[in-house]
């Protein structure tokens, strides 16, 4: 199992519709085969300089993959990620 999370900031004014935009357009995201327990996360603590993070995880390497690579995924980061969000963070996991 890989967990794929990213911690980001969004250029856009805290609680402005245009973020709530981006955040609901990432579900775009579950569309694709093979997301898993995909989450959309607020950032809670004060040690932490990211506002929002999303959490997916993917079965195996093959469907991390596919996810990559598919469509849905290319648009999202290529029209709204690039263009939304001011600084991210990305971080892969898998089980020790």
Do not use: C
């Not at 995909?38 to 990211?50: A, I, M, T």
């Not at 290319?74 to 990620?81: C, K, L, P, Q």
């Amino acid at each position: 199992m890989i967990r794929h999370t990213v911690a980001f900031n969004l250029k856009h004014a805290k609680g402005s519709a245009e973020e709530k935009k981006f955040l609901e357009d990432a579900l775009v995201l579950t569309e694709i085969p093979g997301v898993q327990k995909f989450e959309r996360l607020r950032q809670v603590s004060p040690k932490n300089n990211f506002s929002f993070g999303f959490s997916m995880e993917f079965n195996d390497q093959a469907a991390y993959n596919f996810y990559d690579g598919h469509p849905l995924h290319v648009a999202f980061v290529r029209d709204r990620w690039m263009v939304e969000v001011s600084d991210f963070m990305e971080t892969d996991y898998v089980a020790i």
